[in-house]
């Protein structure tokens, strides 16, 4: 649906240059929700924005609903955006007309009849339950209503595509949730497909399919939400699955941990869905010459499922621990092996290819 | 009535202060009027082609260099200057240089670029995201101009009009002195030159009033339009 290829974006500031995009890939499928996650200056705006052509890439091409956008203008430019809704961190809509008035503008500028006009904002404004407040103008509503008016005039024109610029960043928790799940529904009933971007992680994990994580005018991870975030390889994407899924051992049980005398080692588990099909904790404790220890635990909904983390005290001799890895890893069950650095109190990874039998 | 008319007050005929009364309005009104519509199609040929506007890149740049140069160089010229030193053209569009539609040559050429300034403030006023918006519903200029961008700044552009209408009228005074009419020519030819004070006075106050209406017509307007903001 969405195909950007090799785009690269450099800004002239002056003396400096901005390396906004460099060589970004991606490829959105029709009906799924892909998210862009990435810190304030990433470029995810400027990528987003490419395929709507509110900007153009200095190098490489955009693909929407197999169209070369290079060619684009005029007429047949205009045409293509009216295929495709946006929405904006900051509604971006006439504050002081009404929210009917505010949803119709795209239907004006397609000369559409005003009886259409009448019909089609009834309709979207009923799906995005704001039917009561047609009437009202826009600063009067709230937040959460201010973003439900620009995803109704987004949907006005039944658009293929959804591009969502931070939708839910002015918004607090809860009115956040709502809105995510009213564009979870746009996505599922209407099956317009949706590209989102978001510095949220908590955005990613709740309503996208895939995800690809940006920094610095790259794209440094691309894959499944589940792959992604049940094993992220990069350090930036490590950093963003943290904000929304703890899998840290609590600082309160360092001492305890190392307090243990016995030969241990801090093994981290992660479930998935049912990927997992037997009581893999349940089977540990009962391995002769095995002791184990929960130390950490964190369950969190992921894309409809359910991602488990587990931190785990395995105390044993080193026969004993090694065949116990080898059973984690056959029950399907994701597995690392962490270390605590005393001296700084931090945790690292131990990559599965790095591990020593000893720990 | 006609008695009333050819009664007098401070030594003038009501006829003649009414008429002149009329006349500022036929110059301020025409030349706002006129002002206008100049003022902003200069005022959206330098907010749509300056740095990061709708238009930029699309047309050339030195439209808006010629425009912006136009409208500096018209405003550093004092009035009384402009309305001495254009007299041949004001000649050569209205046969003469005499009446108070002859003045309007003047007044227009000076009240549009300076309402240009003003109007560019307003349409400046438009937040970029709205703009944004509009191009991404796939508008076209003339739509994003007409649906977004005009309606968005309409109550600040009010007010500019406002203060435009004010520098209008002190304008029409002076141009009023050298053959237009007007409540400025009464008081500087009836007032000034025969040293009549009752009626420069009046005059004056005719001119308070003047300026007050209008600011208090703008005031409402603008005040109306931007109700719901
Ligand atoms: N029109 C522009 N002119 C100059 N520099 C720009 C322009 N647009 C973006 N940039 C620069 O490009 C970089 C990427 O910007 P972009 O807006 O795409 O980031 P972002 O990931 O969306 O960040 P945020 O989360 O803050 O919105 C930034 O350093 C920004 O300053
Ligand atoms: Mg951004």
């Known amino acids: 649906m969405i195909r950007i290829t090799e785009a690269s974006k450099t800004f002239h500031e002056k003396s400096t240059e901005v390396h906004a995009l460099q060589n970004v890939t991606i490829h959105v499928q029709k009906g799924e929700i892909y998210g862009i996650v990435g810190f304030s200056g990433a470029g995810k705006s400027t990528l987003i924005r490419l395929v709507n052509r509110l900007e153009t890439p200095d190098t490489g091409t955009v693909e929407v609903a197999g169209q070369n956008l290079s060619s684009l203008k005029g007429k047949k430019l205009s045409a293509l955006r009216r295929k495709i809704g946006m929405v904006f961190q900051q509604f971006n809509l006439l504050d002081g007309k009404t929210v009917f008035h505010n949803v119709s503008l795209p239907l004006i500028l397609e000369h559409r009849s005003p009886a259409e006009i009448e019909k089609r904002v009834a309709e979207v404004l009923a799906f995005v339950e704001l039917s009561d407040k047609r009437d009202a103008y826009v600063s009067q509503l709230s937040g959460g209503q201010k973003q439900r008016v620009g995803i109704a005039r987004a949907l006005a024109t039944n658009p293929e595509i959804l591009l969502c610029d931070e939708a839910t960043s002015a918004l607090d928790p809860q009115t956040t949730e709502s809105i995510l799940k009213l564009l979870k529904r746009v996505n599922r009933e209407m099956g317009i497909t949706i590209l989102l971007i978001t510095h949220q992680m908590q955005v990613i994990q709740l309503i996208c399919d895939r995800v690809a994580v940006m920094e610095k005018g790259r794209v440094v991870e691309e894959g499944p939400v589940l792959e992604v975030f049940g094993r992220p390889k990069e350090e930036v994407t490590k950093r963003f699955v943290r904000t929304v899924i703890n899998d840290q051992v609590p600082e309160t049980f360092y001492d305890t941990i190392r307090a243990e005398s016995r030969h241990y080692r801090l093994e981290q588990l992660k479930f998935i869905g049912d990927t997992v099909n037997e009581p893999v904790i349940a089977n540990l404790c009962r391995r002769p010459g095995l002791e184990v220890n929960i130390v950490g635990a964190n369950i969190s909904p992921l894309q409809g499922t359910i991602m488990s983390v587990f931190i785990l005290q395995l105390i044993g001799e080193t026969e004993a621990l090694r065949s116990a890895e080898e059973y984690i890893d056959a029950s399907g069950a994701l597995r690392q092996r962490l270390m605590i650095d005393w001296e700084s109190r931090n945790i690292t990874e131990i990559p599965a290819g790095k591990e020593r039998t000893d720990g | ?229």
């Open chain 2, 1 to 229: 009535m006609d008695e009333f008319l050819n009664s007098k007050i401070f030594g003038i005929k009501w006829s003649r202060l009414l008429n002149s009364c009329g006349q500022t309005l036929y110059m301020v009104g025409w030349g706002l009027l006129i002002g206008t519509v100049l003022g902003l199609i200069l005022a959206l040929i330098l907010v749509l082609t300056r740095k990061g506007g709708v238009l930029q890149g699309r047309l050339p740049r030195v439209l808006y260099l010629v425009v912006n140069t136009y409208v500096n160089v018209i405003r550093s010229v004092p009035f009384v200057i402009l309305l001495v030193t254009i007299m041949p053209l004001t000649r050569l569009i209205m046969g003469t240089t005499i009446g108070s539609t002859a003045a309007l040559v003047p007044l227009v050429l000076y009240i549009s670029p300076y309402l240009a300034r003003l109007l560019e403030n307003s349409l400046l006023e438009c937040s970029p995201g709205i703009l944004e918006a509009a191009q991404a519903m796939g508008a076209n200029i003339w739509q994003i101009i007409r649906y977004f961008l005009m309606p968005e700044t309409l109550g600040s552009m009010v007010l500019a009009l406002t203060t435009g209408a004010i520098g209008l009228l002190g304008a029409s005074a002076m141009a009023g002195y050298v053959g237009g009419g007007g409540v400025g020519d009464l008081t500087l030819t009836y007032g000034y030159e025969k040293m009549n004070t009752p009626l420069m006075i009046l005059t004056v106050v005719i001119l308070v009033a003047f300026v007050q209406l209008i600011q208090f017509l703008g005031g409402a307007i603008s005040g109306k339009l931007r109700a719901h903001r």
